[in-house]
Nanobody, 115 residues
Framework: QVQLVESGGGSVQAGGSLRLSCEVSGSISSLDGIGWYRQIPGRSRELVARWSILGDPIFVDDVRGRFAILKDNTKNSVDLQMDNLKQEDTAVYFC?????????WGRGTQVTVSS
């Protein structure tokens, strides 16, 4: 079984930064398949950041240039570095595989950005 635990969320002012962490426990061959999702109130859950099969980071348009996705094989975690946060980034953030082969969702971590 694979468990995903998101952490690092909180309340920040616009322009601030947060670093989210997705700790993966259980048997998993690689962290490369883990990406970050978010669910903005009133919207469907969207994929925010992931790696392509070639290892290139891919971001949703709204966060490109502001977010970075990183992995720590030692800690077995996938992090999402979020800089220059905007109010529109307010959402619950989750980590998981692609929608066709999801693990069980974690609780997510709330990110609230205020003006």
């Amino acid at each position: 079984q694979v468990q995903l635990v998101e952490s690092g969320g909180g309340s920040v002012q616009a322009g601030g930064s947060l670093r989210l962490s997705c700790e993966v426990s259980g048997s998993i061959s690689s962290l490369d398949g883990i990406g970050w999702y978010r669910q903005i109130p009133g919207r469907s859950r969207e994929l925010v950041a992931r790696w392509s099969i070639l290892g290139d980071p891919i971001f949703v348009d709204d966060v490109r240039g502001r977010f970075a996705i990183l992995k720590d094989n030692t800690k077995n975690s996938v992090d999402l570095q979020m800089d220059n946060l905007k109010q529109e980034d307010t959402a619950v953030y989750f980590c998981n595989r692609d929608l066709c082969r999801l693990y069980s969702w974690g609780r997510g971590t709330q990110v609230t950005v205020s003006s």
